[in-house]
């Protein structure tokens, strides 16, 4: 890695844009900005991923002016002037080749500065309604290309759409493209459509956690059994996070937040707390014997702080548990739509050997909720000696009832999100 010092060449004036839109190809760049803070300019390169460290005493430095399609490091250059600046590279493996993309930009000033770290901030997903009422993350397409195509068909792609990759989830072998500031996602999935080589395009897909019942904690810990034996086997639980209180706990391993991997976990619903001591056998539904043997459980963030999560969390957060050598998954969410992107990492997931148990839903209606009523999955109803409880959902797509009514933390709470971690740890038990 190298330091430079750059001189600077003529900034234009007087542009009547608000904001900074940037967009970047390869490593080619385009920007706009009219007396935008350095801070704001640089929030775009972050939005494409791109890690930036920034010292603070630069950060409202105005920027204004505009570039067409010069060289990354050239635009930064300028941007930092007369500071010093690093742009750092990384060549990232994809199933169609090496892909060069950017990964770092530092600016820094004169002197013995701590630097700011932009992205130390909260992440939070930037979720938009479509017209059919579905969701989808802003300003991003998932891209899957035929067996065969090249590096050649994903640049002429991204040259379609004004898009860089920011991420590779492999398997099951899609790329996550920031298109460009301004192109509809519905735009670019046609631009996408209409490529050579690409097989499917679909959005970023978003759902929310809005119908888990919130568990609130008080930390009193009653209904908690924690004179277990610590097991070998490990289930990894999908949901909400872990309140702080129960990460330490012998059988929670090192708790994975995918919305912001890296960053601490928590539970601000505390429902995915409950589902995880439920997996662990710490906690028991009525009517259960108490446990003797734990199982480790993975707490996995998969929704941030606004309740949403993406494709693209849930995919990452698979290929995660997988490489852990966890093979066993407890998911206490849903949605009305069926999501071609995510059947395909449900299947590729199945052949590493993972066993997937899904809660059916609480309207009470016939069929599980999706993608609890893939064939893949196992789908897990309420349910106990005296029959089908009220609120879970039912019929030929649910394979087996386990209770659901809990006693933790004082409270009672009800749901098959509860009745799918007590499947999940009685079948982790014979393994």
Known sequence: MKVY???????????????????????KASLRANQEPLRSVLASFEAQGIRVVLDPTLAENKISGEWNQIPIARLVEQLAYPNNYVVSWKQMETPLGILDQMSRIVIMGEGEIEVEVLTEKRKTLDVVQAEDGSHYIRGEILVGFEEGSSMKELKALLNRVGGTVVEVI?????????????????????????????????????????????????????GVNLNLEVGERAIAVFDSGIDPAYQNLPFMLTAYNAIDPGAAVDDPTGHGTLV???????????GMPPNEESVRVLPVALFDANGWTSSEALFSAINYALDQGITRFNWSFGTDDRIPFIEEAIHQAVNRGADII????????????????????????????????????????????????????????????????????LKALQD
């Open 170 to 222: 492999d398997p099951p072998g899609l790329y996550r493209i920031k298109i460009q500031d301004g192109m509809p996602v519905e735009e670019a999935l046609a631009e996408a459509q209409m490529s050579l080589g690409v097989k499917k395009a679909e959005p970023n897909h978003a759902f929310s956690n809005d119908e888990m019942p919130l568990v609130s904690l008080s930390g009193a810990s009653s």
């Open 5 to 27: 010092t750059g001189c600077f060449v003529g900034l234009l004036v007087g542009l009547c844009c608000e904001g900074a839109v940037l967009q970047l190809q390869g490593d």
């Open 276 to 286: 995880s001591m439920i997996a662990a056998g710490a906690v028991v539904p009525e």
């Open 358 to 425: 899904i809660a059916a839903g609480n309207n009470g209606e016939a069929g599980s909720v999706y993608p609890a009523s893939s064939p893949l999955t196992e789908s897990i109803g309420s349910g106990d000696q005296k029959g089908i409880s009220p609120w879970s959902n039912y019929g030929d797509d649910v394979d087996a009832y386990y209770p659901g009514k809990v006693y933790f933390d004082g409270k009672w709470h009800y749901g098959t999100s509860f009745s799918a971690p007590l499947a999940a740890y």
